[in-house]
C-alpha cells in the first residue's frame, strides 16, 4: 500500500501487515472526542464505540478485532502525544 502524507507531497510506504490497521484509523478521523475549554478545543482520544462501529463498517474480521484496535489505540496515543 502507498500512501501520501497530508500537505507534504511526499509518498511513503505501508507495510502490508498494518494497512488494515491504518485504514480503520483514517476511517474513525470523525470519531474522535474533543472538549471545549477557554483554551480552545482538547483533543481527549477516540469514541471507542464509534470505532467498533467502523470496525463494523469496515468489515474486519472478529477475530482480527483486537489486534487491529490495538494498532489504532497505538495510533491514537501517537496523535494525541503530539497534539498534547
Known amino acids: 500500500m502507498r500512501g501520501q ?3 507534504d507531497g511526499e509518498d511513503f510506504a505501508i507495510w502490508p501487515d498494518n494497512a488494515e490497521t491504518l485504514e480503520l484509523f483514517l476511517a474513525c478521523r470523525t470519531q474522535w ?3 471545549g475549554s477557554a483554551h480552545g ?3 481527549l482520544g477516540l469514541d471507542y464505540a464509534g470505532v467498533e ?3 463494523r463498517a469496515q468489515r474486519v474480521k472478529k477475530q482480527e478485532w483486537k489486534d487491529v484496535f490495538n494498532g489504532v489505540q497505538q495510533m491514537e ?3 494525541l502525544k503530539e497534539w498534547l
Do not use: K, P, Y
Open 5 to 7: 502524507a497530508a500537505g
Open 33 to 35: 472526542r474533543v472538549a
Open 41 to 43: 478545543l482538547i483533543c
Open 53 to 55: 462501529v467502523v470496525m
Open 77 to 79: 496515543f501517537a496523535a
